[in-house]
């Protein structure tokens, strides 16, 4: 008889985004003539770049041309967009990566969940909370993460992040194995400056670690002390793989195109994590369409670089708008200066879902409510600067008419 993987069931309730969209139709069902302007979701909603079309549209001419044709590309990326990675993303930075240490994929997320394949089920697996929920469940699934007590799991180490620590994790007072970070960090918006990361450089040599370093918000960075990759810090080779993501930097939420870079130096008990990396895309992954590819390409072209980085200064204004109107209101607020979340306190100590259905009900804005992101979020909403001007304007009067 067939059995199913019963990790999935220990799972609580569906995918944070999932049940908030559910909510939200309910509600948008219920209500039909109510205007709803949505912030919860990170989801872009500029148009792609032109110069992006442009090599898109060619992309799908030859793709119509039997020279031009393309079937299955290589697993971990065409050379044409891994070189260009290593040139504009890294090279310019000062950082030395190779081409086949990078693998082109179809997101950042997926990624996130999906390494966890090469590791063992037998890892201390530190987060922090609050936390993107991918890295949790996707570590629940694979059964690595015990049982859920209480809102916690029991084999997971929590990292909490708070007002008080600045919303840093500190270094884990026990031995962990794999470590998650996320900066510009999604979801409190919050950045790590090179000297807040160095120490865990450190730790993870000191404990034989691995840091899955997640940087899908690193365009949104201003403040030149924050690094944009792990890798511009001494010895992160020896320690990190690093995430990045074409979805929020380029608008590719719809077309997925992200990456992953394991440095061969990136070595456990003497295997290069690289390689078993390779093995697990070559046999679970077909590669990013070549269309795609060659729009991600276009990213790196002068005139890709401008209109990505004109996108990129909308949302930064529109976190703006969104700190100072919550602000003026006498919210507590943290993050959208190096990213686009809003990492909001919620008035008088109303519960995180509390505040979310009276923001829905009362403004019909929809955010993300802190507690679903850990226990440590309670208290918290976050907010997302990716909607148009006009309508980040229109909820934060909306939100302000009634706090
Ligand atoms: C978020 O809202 O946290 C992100 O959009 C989720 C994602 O990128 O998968």
Redesign the pocket.
Known sequence: MAKINENYLKLPGSY??STIAKKVSAYSEANPDKEIIKM????VTKPLAPSVIDAMRKAVDEMGTAEGFHGYGPEQGYDFLRNKIVEKDYKARGIDIKADEVFVSD???SDCGNIGDIFSKDNKVAVCDPV???YVDTNAMAGRAGEFQDEHWTNLYYMPCTEENGFMPELPKEKVDIIYLCFPN??TGVSATREQLKPWIKYAKDNGAVILYDS?YEAFITDPDVPHSIYELDGAKEVAIEFR?F??TAGF?GTRCAYTVIPRELKVNGTELNGLWNRRQCTKFNGVPYIIQRGAEAVYSDEGYKQTREAIAYYLENAKIIRDALTKVGLTVYGGENAP?IWAKTPDGMKSWDFFDKLLEEAGVVT?PGAGFGPSGEGYI?L?A?STKENTIKAMEKIQAIL
């Open positions: 944070l985004f919860g979701i990170g989801d997101g950042a997320k993107y929920p991918v999604n979801p899908a993501s979805s929020k939420t979340y993300t976050r997302t990716f």
